[in-house]
């Protein structure tokens, strides 16, 4: 048989066999990444060819705005800066303004390219735009809170984070049906590592845990109630002996989400240390925890001007903390060396025991309990950033204009964040907020 017969066998006619030997090019090879499948050569849906346009538009009209924002905002610290508002700290205000712009900008040179690909129906180069411009809003989205808080202003690159999610898991149709097989293929390894008893395991043996977001997800919830018995029972017993204080730190349930992230951020860097020296974890968690807890601390009081902690005066054996002097107050030694116990514990101890306990979900209803779970607790993470953000405005005597300023006025007042929050304070010069309001108060 020669060549031109195997080309005619059963699914390809004489005519595309003739078109190959024409171009002396073998038949289609789908397995070959380099070479399109016909999933991938279907043209972009139009609704995403819509919306690329106006990304395209968006991109095209954001450049020259910025441009002349910036221009206005010069003029104004130059010739007017009554009519502008800042915190007491304007170098790390400037900054902040100075990277969200910088933000913006490559946020819109990535829409025009996100947008083109969408055109011209790269629907794999589109997907990786996809996932660059999440991360570039998620980035924005958390320098707009910091300099100026919750708000309308919001509305937009929620938005665009949203589509652009959708986007990611649906324009790439050989993604979408990898996903799928992905998802089929895990059901049917569950069952397998149910039988065997390795279900949440590393099923590469790299590390001791799989990293996915089934796992990452209880491990988050798990250590946020285990911390914030950690601190509470600590505060009781140490710092002030027989006094109850409420170390919670969001509005609902007894969750302090800065031990829930820093165990996952812990799980995801030892991971594949859990056969390692005992000095090694510790070394590593140290370090995660101080780094964290310094970000969480100037995060808190750059957007909020929030203050839960401050060791600034901290000192070992009657000297002053080196560690906490370098940190202005929002880390300390003693509390690093903390955290490396806590992730030496964790690593070595806890987490075999945290996913037996996790196993205990029956694998049927493990899925749809945890996402039902994690919208619950995504919608508390929301609910107290607004409210927080709502505390600072009472604070510094914002009028209550909005319908959402009015809600949290009324159900979540000044007397009960301090009751909820004891450990923290709301000092408003403490922030980088530009303070829109008096601006547009002054110029009336």
């Known amino acids: 048989m020669n060549w031109l017969e195997e080309t005619e066998g059963p699914g390809m006619d004489s005519a595309s066999a003739a078109k190959s030997l024409s171009n002396n090019e073998p038949p289609e ?5 380099r070479i399109p499948s016909s999933e991938e050569k279907k043209k972009t849906p139009l609704l995403m060819k819509v919306y690329g346009v106006l990304c395209i538009v968006d991109g095209v009209v954001t450049i020259p705005i910025g441009i002349l924002f910036v221009g206005m905002v010069a003029w104004a610290l130059f010739y007017r800066p009554d009519l502008i508002s800042i915190s007491s700290d304007p170098t790390l205000a400037t900054v902040l303004s100075v990277t969200s712009f910088i933000v913006i900008m490559v946020n819109a040179g990535f829409l025009i390219g996100f947008g083109i690909s969408l055109l011209r129906n790269h629907r794999r180069n589109a997907a990786r ?3 660059v411009l999440i991360v570039m809003t998620i980035l924005r989205i958390l320098l707009d809170i910091m300099l100026q808080g919750l708000g309308e202003h919001l509305i937009a690159p929620a938005i665009q984070l949203l589509i652009l999610l959708v986007i990611s898991v649906t324009v790439d149709p050989s993604l979408l049906e990898e996903r799928e097989l992905k998802r089929k293929l895990r059901s049917m390894e569950d069952r397998e590592a149910i039988e065997e008893g390795t279900l949440g395991r590393d099923p590469e043996g790299k590390g001791y845990i799989e990293l996915n977001f089934f796992n990452l997800f209880w491990v988050f919830v798990v250590c946020s109630v285990l911390g914030l018995l950690i601190e509470t029972v600590h505060h009781m017993v140490i710092v002030d002996p027989g006094v109850y204080q ?5 509005l609902f349930g007894p969750f302090s989400p800065i031990y829930g992230f820093g165990a996952v951020f812990m799980t995801i860097a030892l991971n594949r240390f859990y056969k390692k020296n005992f000095a090694l974890i510790f070394l590593v968690s140290a370090v995660i925890g101080g780094l964290f807890e310094y970000f969480v601390s100037w995060f ?3 957007a909020f001007g929030a203050v839960a902690w401050d060791y600034s005066g901290m000192t070992i054996f009657g000297i002053p903390d080196p560690i906490a002097m370098l940190a202005g107050g929002r880390t300390a030694t003693p509390f690093m060396v903390a955290w490396g116990l806590l992730g030496l514990v964790w690593i070595k101890l806890l987490l075999p025991n945290m996913l037996k306990l996790i196993n205990m979900i029956p694998w049927k209803i493990r899925y ?6 994690a919208a619950l607790m ?3 993470g929301a609910m107290t950033l607004m409210a927080l953000d709502c505390w600072f405005q009472r604070v510094s005597h914002v009028p209550e204009t909005a319908p959402v300023e009015q809600f949290f006025a009324q159900h979540f007042d000044n007397e009960f964040m301090e009751n909820r929050f004891q450990s923290m304070t709301i000092t408003p010069d403490d922030s980088t907020r530009i303070n829109n309001a008096q601006m547009s108060h002054t110029s009336s």
Request: charged content about 15%.
């Open 29 to 33: 090879n789908d397995l070959d990444p």
């Open 129 to 131: 735009w996809s996932y």
């Open 246 to 250: 409420d170390r919670a730190g969001m």
């Open 300 to 302: 808190m009081q750059t």
């Open 368 to 373: 749809s309990f945890t996402t039902i779970c």
């Open 378 to 380: 995504l919608v508390n």
